[in-house]
Structure formats: structure tokens, C-alpha cells
């Protein structure tokens, strides 16, 4: 079975200053994994997403995530903050079986607050 | 490209009607659509699958009755909530995949207050 846990509900930063966000899978197979970005009253945007390729991906604005197999992590960074950035972040996984992905399941969510 | 439109953004009814939720593919062919369910501060659930053409595929625990869809053309897949009661309020996102790529492109939401 597969599942995605998102390691805290909420992440509070100062503008400027590094970004982590922490996600943790769970798959019988070889994953696509991705992170999403949903602000308030607005659809979900791709920021990453992770199939097999390269381990660190790079995104959107500044975001990266690196894959670790060994700890079935997905952990998003950013080294400097901007104040748009707070939104809600959602880690997602996919299973690979057939290599193409067809279900996604969400993460809990992490809010990320950015103050000045 | 790749943008997903819902219709409408925001709607209230009463309880014991029907309200119907438009998710449409503007710029290229959807072969399957998603419907998912988002309470306030939570993360999004899958409802169903849709194909286009074919009868959608509900997740365990989602009345097909209850939340019927249809997705009868490439763009466009509908989700109807028969016989609204207040605890079906909620953020309902759709997204759509297309043929090029297995990536799915999410709608803007359609938040549902049933009072």
C-alpha cells in the first residue's frame, strides 16, 4: 500500500531564511512522488515532481526536493523565503506499477507562514 | 497551457436539492478526469475517476448515487451532489489528465455550503 506523511502541519519561517518541509512514503514500488503548492481559494499548482530520474529535483520559485530511498524521504527546500511563498504544501505519491501513475494520494498538508 | 476551469467557484443551496459542478480541459483533450474532496483544513480525498465515455470508477466509501458523474466528452466531466445535506459542504477539486502525459492538472475548486 502506499501512503505519504507529512512530518508537520504547520512550519513557520522569517523572509529570508531557509525552507524545509518534510515528507516521508510509503510504496510497494518505485514511486512518483511530487509536491504541490495551493493557495488560499485557488487550485493546486506542481512545484516538483520526482520519476526515477535524477534524485534532486529542481521546481518552481526557487524549490527543490531530493529523493532518498534509503530513507523514503521527499523533503522540500528553499534556501531563502519569500513572503508569497506561504501557502499550503501538499507531498504527494504515486505508485510507478506499468510506469505510468494514475492515482494520487495526498499528505495532511503543511502550512507554511512566512513573516517579515 | 494545460488549464483546468471549474464552474462554479462558489455555490450555496439548500438542503434536499441538486447542484451540479462543471470541470472542463480548456486547452487540450481530457481522457480521464479526477474528482476530489477537500474538507477545511485537511487534505484532498479522491472521489472517483472518470474516463471519458465510460461509467466512473468510485473510491471505497463514495455513494455513486449520491455523487453522480458524467463525463461524456473530452472536455468536459460534470459532478452532480443529489439531495444535498449540510455535512457534504466542502472544497470539491477536479483535475484532468490528458493523452501526451500522465500528469494531472487541477481545477481551481468549487466550494459547496449546503444550508
Known amino acids: 500500500a502506499q501512503s505519504v506523511t507529512q512530518l508537520d502541519s504547520h512550519v513557520s519561517v522569517s523572509e529570508g531564511t531557509p525552507v524545509l518541509l518534510r515528507c516521508n512514503y510509503s510504496?510497494?514500488?518505485?514511486?512518483?512522488l511530487f509536491w504541490y503548492v495551493q493557495h488560499p481559494n485557488k487550485g493546486l499548482q506542481l512545484l516538483l515532481k520526482?520519476?526515477?530520474?535524477?534524485?534532486l529535483v529542481k521546481g518552481i520559485n526557487g524549490f527543490e526536493a531530493e529523493f532518498k530511498k534509503s530513507e523514503t524521504s521527499f523533503h522540500l527546500t528553499k534556501p531563502s523565503a519569500h513572503m508569497s511563498d506561504a501557502a499550503e504544501y501538499f507531498c504527494?505519491?504515486?505508485?510507478?506499477?506499468?510506469?505510468?501513475?494514475?492515482?494520487?494520494?495526498f499528505g495532511a498538508g503543511t502550512r507554511l507562514a512566512v513573516h517579515p | 497551457g494545460a488549464v483546468v476551469s471549474q464552474h462554479p467557484s462558489r455555490v450555496i443551496c439548500k438542503s434536499g436539492t441538486s447542484v451540479k459542478i462543471e470541470c472542463r480541459s480548456l486547452?487540450?483533450?481530457?481522457?480521464?478526469m479526477f474528482w476530489y474532496r477537500q474538507f477545511p483544513k485537511q487534505s484532498l480525498m479522491l472521489m472517483a475517476t472518470?474516463?471519458?465515455?465510460?461509467?466512473?470508477?468510485?473510491e471505497q466509501g463514495v455513494e455513486k448515487d449520491k455523487f453522480l458523474i458524467n463525463h461524456a466528452s473530452l472536455t468536459l466531466s460534470t459532478l452532480t451532489v443529489t439531495s444535498a445535506h449540510p455535512e457534504d459542504s466542502s472544497f470539491y477539486i477536479c483535475?484532468?489528465?490528458?493523452?501526451?502525459?500522465?500528469?494531472?492538472?487541477f481545477g481551481p475548486g468549487t466550494r459547496l455550503t449546503v444550508t
Open positions: 510504496s510497494s514500488y518505485s514511486p512518483s
Open positions: 504527494v505519491v504515486s505508485p510507478h506499477e506499468g510506469g505510468g501513475y494514475n492515482k494520487l494520494i
Open positions: 472518470s474516463n471519458e465515455g465510460s461509467k466512473a470508477t468510485y
Open positions: 483535475s484532468a489528465r490528458g493523452t501526451e502525459s500522465y500528469e494531472q492538472y
Open positions: 486547452d487540450f483533450q481530457a481522457t480521464t
Open positions: 520526482y520519476t526515477s530520474a535524477a534524485t
